[in-house]
């Protein structure tokens, strides 16, 4: 799949029910620094929770976020949530 074509569907989810909207390069840079994260709850809650697993990943490695990355800003989000992350089960 395609980096845009995996960006656009990233985004359409993320962006979906929420009046604050990310761009893939806000997107990235709240995963890069997660404590970023507060200042886009909704649509970060949308990423971690509402879009595919395997979406997720081949979002983050096709922005050079290592999965390890991925999955400390996800238990971080988790903390903030209350939700858990599918991701770290997910193979």
Known sequence: MAKVNVDSLVLATVNAPYSKKLDTAALVACLRAPTSMRTALGPMSSFFYDVDIDLQRKFAL??????????????LFDTWSGMHWAGDVAA
């Open 62 to 75: 096709s922005h050079d976020i290592s999965l390890d990355m991925l999955s400390a800003a996800a238990a």
